[in-house]
């Protein structure tokens, strides 16, 4: 799962114990008008930590992340000499989103996405809802088996010897994308983003995302259609002008035969 890497990733800090080091993980939402959609997972650790640890490309496995449908791309090297990974995976519907977020563990808290289509089943409201919060500092990140074979934390004494924390080492973001028009949100607008940032010093961040999906939404259809009505009442008007000026013709020649035929008598 997409947790371990950040484990590896966060060990590979831990090794180092340099608090100049950082690693940046963001999560990428992205729901479409079907509501299915993808979950992305991007992990870029910096230069520091690749020339403290230079066997960490070889070192990553993914063979966990795979077994559970995720996609990987890389390890691969970032312009500035640090690695780059990203796992995707597929979303098909919103309580598939809500297993995936929730299993990415912390700082992801009772994460939720909820789709309801509108009676008509042409509309949605989308709803993702959940907190962002770190609890126990690096000890969140730690398995819990791993923890009870040892007695605690791995590298807790280099981490402690090093002052490295939570924030100074990581930066977690969340962007949500989803279909239709946003009405309600607490995070911040970026492009067709909604952001929000982890606090990882121990506070609590909530998300708040609402969307909705109009009924009938627009495109090239909806276009095509009123172009089409409008074609047509321009055809029935053409049409009934036409039909009228036919009987008028007809009328005034019927009344020029009487006429003559009365002229004839």
Known sequence: MPRRVVRLLLGAIAIVALAACKVDATVDVTIGPDGTGTVAVTLVADAEVVQQAPGLAGDLRFDDAKAAGWAVEGPTPTPDGGLRVVLTHPVTSA???????????????????????????????????????????????????????????????QIAASGA??????????RATLAGKVEDTNGTADAANTVWTAPLDGSTADVRLVARQSPSGGGFWSVASTVLLVLLVVWLAAATVFIVSVLRARARKAQRRRRALSRLR
Do not use: C, E, H, W
């Open 95 to 157: 309580a598939d989103a809500t297993n995936l977020l929730n299993s990415l563990g912390p700082p992801f808290v009772g994460m939720k996405l909820d789709r309801v289509v509108t009676d008509d089943g042409d509309g949605a409201r989308t709803t993702l809802t959940g907190q962002l919060a770190l609890t126990g500092g690096f000890d969140a990140f730690a398995d819990a088996d791993l923890v009870a074979a040892i007695g605690g934390s791995p590298y807790a004494a």
């Open 165 to 174: 924390t939570p924030a100074t080492a990581l930066s977690v973001t969340l």
